[in-house]
């Protein structure tokens, strides 16, 4: 448990040296932006692995589905399917959790919208904000994904 001992004219004083290190590291994980925007492991994928069934998604939905130790959030747009990373760069929310509207995925916590295709951040086109997408193809009932070529 972490407490401050007392604090005076802007100066805090902890009850130990571990108290705070801990309590530092928590302000600038609170204050710091893009705290989930840390670069990823990259990932290696040149053929196309089943991850879902067209059916385990509605139309207009998206669903969490974890691919090689990575989730990835599918969604149905109209009987077509798009794949990005499940994670929002901005604060680390489910995109899967989003509401979908005109091909782009609106994260449920501060609103970013993401093209579900590319990726892209809407409301900054050509901006550096990006989230992984995947190729995706259908064969039969089955959705299959590979990462896109870079």
């Known amino acids: 448990m972490l407490f401050v001992a007392a604090r005076n004219q802007n100066t805090l004083r902890y009850s130990t040296p ?14 710091t932006p893009l705290i989930f925007h840390q670069p990823k492991e ?9 991850v ?5 998604i509605p139309e207009g939905q998206g669903r969490p589905f974890e691919l090689e130790g990575q989730i990835v959030a599918i969604f149905n747009l109209g009987g077509e399917f798009a794949a990005l990373d499940d ?18 995925v609106t994260c449920p916590w501060h609103a970013w919208r993401f093209d579900c295709k ?15 997408a995947f190729d995706v193809r259908v064969e039969g009932d089955e959705i299959q994904l590979r ?4």
């Open 18 to 31: 571990t108290s705070r290190r801990v309590t530092t590291t928590i302000l600038k994980l609170l204050y």
């Open 42 to 50: 990259p990932t290696f994928m040149s053929e196309y692995i089943t």
């Open 52 to 56: 879902a069934k067209t059916s385990e």
């Open 87 to 104: 994670t929002c760069p901005h604060a680390g929310a489910p995109l899967s959790e989003g509401y979908v509207e005109e091909g782009a």
């Open 118 to 132: 590319t990726g892209d951040w809407c409301d900054a086109p050509g901006g550096k904000v990006h989230v992984e």
């Open 147 to 150: 990462k896109k070529d870079q």
